[in-house]
């Protein structure tokens, strides 16, 4: 059980985050359909920062003094610059779509084809190899994670449930993105600002006449998308791609935008939405693990059924409910539709 | 003479031409930015391989090697541009997929999958039909004709899923080719195809002409000694000139772009849009599948099955051809053998150089995303154009979204022409 729910939050913390980033571009009136590569550009980034700081033997450093603050600020500092990245990355589509007025599909999926290859062709240039792991000879994963040896307690010792699951073996920065949800959320439904903001993606032109200018509500809603996409891509490479990061992040930005649709646009549903994915997922990557009950009986491996059926699993669950709950949905009115103070 | 020129100037087409050209131009050029930059920051690479870098970008199809003393040999290469045809073959029938979708309304993101589709249908034909039941050419042609259908019965479960429950495409074809992914990768790990007798290989099919089947040249490797090239080029383009006749001469194709345009007004019209819907991604999944059947079967290339960790290139290059191509499918020839042509010189490029074949698909991208402005483009050149006196300036301004047919064959000469400059 234990596992089931560390690995299925190890899929959906990162699918709710980037999920929000689709929401607060869409919100404003943009598709951002290049969530996926902004993913992909701020796990790069992520990655390059702790990779340059270990290149000066940083972690190591901290990591044999036993330093685990530094080692957390450290992985803060690596999470800021991937966000920083992903919203510069962003304004790229913010850029065509808001004052070019160009396609935003195809705005987005440039910057999907942009992403991958500009990380491999980076990646290749700076490690020789497609992924950058983020520390080539140690354990990055040790740097990061929070272990009953971090406070000095001996493995042996039982935390309990509550402490085992959500405690031990986990990622502070996990949490850091669940408050960050959080705080937007309720900045994007509960503030004035995030009224404006949201007003911009169902008629611009009537928030055009009471003085908000949709430019700008627009480029800021993208560019915390980005931001946000970014954050996730950096969560996606050091919990489920171990500490490393190459060209792809497997179709998880897409699988946000799903989540998204499904989640109705709205952060609690959304949150359900990603809890969901984040299981199927779970069940994809690790179903021969997964031991409900304890008593030794694997019951999905012993199904015998191939891996690939689970693998594809999660899509397939996409399409289906996408397929129950897509009437019921309503995306925001004037998103995809570039703003022109002139028409009407 | 100075009048026709003008007109020239002022046809529709032709503004969508130089649009793709000014994007091509800035793609290059960044490309090359970027490879003086990665160049001077990296104390491993030299000038010297900086401006091999820069050269190549520009004009890589036209290298023959290097020469003794380190610099590239220039050159008609027949290898090179026989192995461009080659690997333009598979991405102007994903850009055709993609290009016909767009014209009716839709995107096309499914390529990737509907091409893993057609190359399992074509390559289980073509291998699992015994060669000596029946003459290689009969299996080939339904090995072919497998593979398309395949591809039109997965594109047009996205369109359904629009038509009838109102999912948005781009994501149910997102998902589809995931489940593609797996599904194909599934079906070979169980089936009889695996090349087992070179135990050096794992995970890869046998060829077709493990089988006897394989592409006819065509007369194409005369031309092109030593290269990879076959018939195969030439299906693709007759078949994309099928798909110009299919769209601006017949009346389904006016019947799909009617719905691309205004699906309400269509079905107000007595079309019924959701079997054009159905249909036009049917169509647009044949086509992608079409592209990986004339690929796979030429016999010397041999497919690597574990295709669910990443999808197939083809598919996404054929968004790329289709957008640059402004979805024309005459277009899309060319812009497919340009692409094709940036691989090639990628390869080139990390087989000479320091730098590696990714900076091709940055330079694509980039490419994409200019063209994505192309609107914005076309429209400055319109008001450039406002400055010669005119009277018929102003009624050329309008994003018109069908190309007019008859500035077609002009576009397309000078995209030939630009793309070998480039």
């Known amino acids: 059980m234990t596992f089931l729910i560390q690995e299925t939050m190890k899929f959906a913390v990162p699918l709710m985050i980037v999920a929000l980033a689709g929401v607060f571009a869409e919100r404003s009136g943009i598709i951002n359909l290049a969530l996926e590569g902004i993913m992909i550009m701020g796990a790069f980034i992520g990655a390059l920062v702790v990779y340059s700081l270990q290149e000066l033997t940083v972690f190591t450093q901290a990591a044999a003094q036993g330093n685990w603050l530094t080692l957390q600020g450290l992985s803060l500092l690596a999470l800021l610059i991937a966000m920083i990245g992903g919203a510069v990355f962003s304004l790229l589509l913010s850029f065509a779509s808001i004052n070019l007025k160009a396609d935003q599909t195809i705005g987005g999926t440039a910057l999907n084809l942009m992403a991958p290859a500009l990380v491999l062709f980076l990646v290749r240039m700076i490690a020789g190899q497609n992924t950058l792991r983020m520390s080539p000879p140690a354990d990055a994963a040790s740097w990061f994670m929070i272990r009953k040896s971090t406070f000095g307690v001996d493995k042996s010792v039982d935390w309990g449930f509550f402490g085992e699951t959500f405690i031990n073996k986990t990622y502070p920065i996990t949490y850091l993105c669940i408050l960050v949800f959080i705080v937007l959320s309720v900045l994007l439904y509960k503030t004035r600002l995030g009224l404006r903001l949201r007003s911009c993606g169902e008629n611009p032109q009537a928030a055009d006449s009471l003085g908000i200018n949709v430019y700008k509500m627009r480029y800021l809603g993208t560019t915390i998308s980005g931001a946000l996409a970014g954050m996730g891509g950096f969560l996606y490479a050091l919990t489920v791609d171990g500490c490393s990061a190459g060209g792809s992040v497997a179709g998880m930005g897409f699988l946000a935008l799903a989540v998204m649709i499904f989640g109705n646009w709205k952060p609690l549903n959304i949150t359900l939405a990603a809890l969901l994915f984040g299981l199927f997922k779970c069940i994809a990557a690790g179903y021969s693990y997964i031991d409900l009950n304890g008593d030794g009986v694997f019951a999905l491996a012993d199904l015998g059924l191939s891996s690939y059926v689970y693998g594809m699993l999660p899509y397939i669950v996409t399409l289906i409910v996408l397929a129950f709950t897509s009437r019921n949905s309503r995306a925001p009115k004037a998103e995809g539709i570039p703003y022109d103070k002139g028409s009407r | ?422």
């Open chain 2, 1 to 422: 003479m100075k009048n026709t020129l003008l007109d020239l100037y002022h046809k529709d087409g032709t503004k969508k031409l130089l649009a793709s050209l000014i994007s091509i131009l800035m793609g290059l050029l960044l490309g090359a930015v970027l490879i003086v930059i990665v160049g001077l920051s990296k104390p491993t690479i030299g000038n010297k391989d900086i401006i091999k870098g820069v050269q190549m970008i520009f004009a890589g199809i036209l290298t023959k090697g290097l020469t003794p003393d380190g610099g590239l040999a220039w050159g008609y290469n027949a290898q090179n541009l026989g192995n461009m045809l080659f690997r333009a073959t598979p991405i102007i029938m994903t850009g055709l997929s993609v290009a016909v979708a767009y014209k009716t309304g839709l995107f096309n993101i499914g390529a990737p999958g509907q091409y893993l589709m057609g190359t399992m249908a074509s390559l289980s034909i073509a291998l699992g039909i015994p060669g000596d039941s029946m003459p290689s050419w009969v299996i080939w042609l339904l090995a072919f004709l497998g593979g398309c259908l395949a591809g039109a019965l997965w594109g047009a479960i996205p369109g359904m899923l629009k038509a009838f429950l109102n999912i948005n495409e781009v994501l149910a074809c997102i998902m589809a080719n995931w489940i593609a992914a797996y599904l194909v990768s599934w079906y070979f790990s169980e089936s009889s195809f695996r090349n087992v007798t070179e135990g050096t290989k794992t995970a890869y099919i046998y060829m077709t002409s493990y089988n006897g089947v394989a592409t006819s040249k065509m007369g194409l490797d005369k031309l092109f000694p030593g290269s990879q090239v076959n018939g195969g080029f030439l299906v693709a383009v007759l078949i994309a000139v099928a798909m110009y006749i299919l769209l601006n001469k017949t009346t389904l194709g006016y019947q799909l772009k009617a719905c691309g345009s205004n699906r309400h007004a269509a079905r107000y019209a007595g079309i019924n849009d959701k079997r054009n819907i159905v249909l036009s991604m049917a169509i647009a999944g044949a086509l992608a599948a079409g592209g990986a059947s004339l690929y796979w079967l030429s016999g010397n290339t041999e497919f690597y099955w574990n295709t669910y960790q990443s999808l197939p290139g083809e598919g996404f290059d054929g968004i790329s051809v289709a957008l640059l191509a402004s979805s024309n499918p005459i277009g899309a020839v060319f812009t497919g053998v340009f692409l094709s042509m940036l691989k090639v010189v990628g390869s080139q490029l990390a087989g000479f150089t320091a730098y590696n074949e990714y900076i091709t698909d940055v330079i694509i991208g980039c490419i994409v995303y200019f063209s994505a402005f192309s609107l914005m483009i076309r429209m400055l050149l319109t008001s450039r154009k406002k400055k010669v006196p005119q009277a018929a300036a102003a009624d050329q301004a309008g994003p018109v979204p069908a190309p007019d047919p008859s500035g077609d064959p002009v576009e397309n000469e000078q995209e030939q022409e630009g793309g070998d400059e480039a």
